[in-house]
């Protein structure tokens, strides 16, 4: 298979957030606050699009692993790709929650310039959105990857990937091992993880179906036995939906509209729970009718996310890069 941009991935990452919005603004914001009424249409399975998200890191950080010549390139790619439009939602978020009706969701300033780390999560601290915990989780995984690129395993990565599993036997076990090293090791979501590096594998010939299987069982077996039946169906639409891109059989999801979902998804995500609930908490004061309500907040945080993408997250990717690649000729020359 080749290498090139899998479109369909970049659908994934749309579906997934969207459905991730559509819970929060249909059934999370009823379960905090309640509705004025019923939503027509509800999605309460929609958190599951977090475990896809894992999944879809799993994949594309091994692929930028494996495209990487130093680890210092990787640190920026990721700065570059997750920090300036994190930036921004923080400081949108911060200040909608401060003139909306909702003041359970406004923090200090300390609590907001720490959230401008993305590492409260390890400290214990508050998320200005909710959404932000799984930024640690992301963080905790790089930093393993690349603890793995420097120590020259990605290529015995199934191996790795079946001692990594066990951690989450080992934190079920003992439930009483430090929460933060869990943290750390991602053990707690680990299967997901794999689950996207072994597609990737088999989807660049790197690893043949009886190489990949074992883990994937593994991966399975874990988040069936300890999470149960319910976990199990969602690891198993995980896998075989990232199999299938990997073997190139969803091109139907290489449409425009989805794409374009996708090229947003990472600010759209960012910017819709607590920004959509004071939109929502508004307009039910206002007596908007629910359904007209949910509509109104999906479109503002479509386009929102639109805007920061397009105004925040591109231009400074390249900025940032663009800087990178030219110091980096810089210090050739001047060797």
Same mark, same amino acid.
């Given at each position: 298979m080749g290498r090139g941009r899998i479109v369909e991935l970049d659908a994934l990452r749309g579906l997934a957030a969207l459905a991730v919005v559509l819970f929060h603004l249909t059934t999370r914001f009823d379960r905090l606050y309640g509705h004025a009424s019923p939503?027509?249409?509800?999605?309460?399975?929609?958190?599951?699009?977090?475990?896809?998200?894992?999944?879809l890191s799993g994949f594309v950080i091994f692929m930028t692993l494996e495209r990487t010549r130093h680890a210092a390139d990787f640190v920026v790619s990721r700065v570059s790709r997750l920090y300036p439009a994190y930036w921004a939602a923080v400081l949108l978020t911060t200040a909608a929650v401060a003139i909306g009706p909702l003041p359970d969701l406004r923090h200090d300033a300390g609590t907001v310039l720490v959230n401008l780390t993305m590492v409260q999560g390890f400290l214990g601290l508050p998320y200005v959105d909710g959404v932000y915990w799984t930024l640690a989780i992301e963080l905790a995984f790089y930093a393993c990857m690349l603890g793995l690129f420097v120590a020259r395993l990605l290529d015995r990565i199934e191996w790795v990937l079946i001692g990594w599993l066990g951690l989450k036997w080992l934190w079920w076990w003992l439930p009483d091992l430090s929460?933060?090293?869990?943290?750390?090791?991602?053990?707690?979501?680990?299967?997901?993880?794999?689950?996207?590096?072994?597609?990737?594998?088999?989807h660049v010939g790197e690893a043949g179906i009886a190489r990949v299987l074992p883990v994937l069982a593994c991966a399975l077996a874990t988040i069936g036995w300890i999470e149960g039946?319910?976990?199990?169906?969602?690891?198993?639409?995980?896998?075989?939906?990232? $199999? %299938?891109?990997?073997?190139?059989? #969803?091109?139907? &999801?290489?449409?425009?509209?989805?794409?374009? $979902? %996708?090229?947003?998804?990472?600010? #759209?995500?960012? &910017?819709?729970?607590?920004?959509g609930f004071v939109l929502l908490a508004a307009m039910k004061s206002a007596a908007v009718p629910t359904d007209a309500a949910i509509l109104i907040a999906l479109l503002a945080a479509l386009a929102l996310g639109w805007a920061v993408s397009v105004a925040v997250e591109r231009p400074a990717l390249r900025l940032i890069r663009r800087a990178w690649r030219g110091a980096g000729a810089a210090r050739k020359v001047e060797a």
């Open positions: 939503p027509l249409i509800a999605v309460p399975w929609g958190h599951y699009g977090v475990q896809f998200f894992f999944g929460y933060a090293a869990g943290m750390l090791l991602v053990q707690d979501n680990i299967p997901f993880f794999a689950i996207g590096i072994c597609a990737y594998r088999l039946a319910e976990s199990l169906l969602v690891a198993t639409l995980v896998a075989a939906t990232f $199999l %299938g891109c990997a073997t190139g059989r #969803l091109a139907w &999801l290489r449409w425009r509209p989805l794409a374009w $979902l %996708g090229g947003i998804s990472y600010p #759209l995500y960012l &910017l819709h729970e607590s920004i």
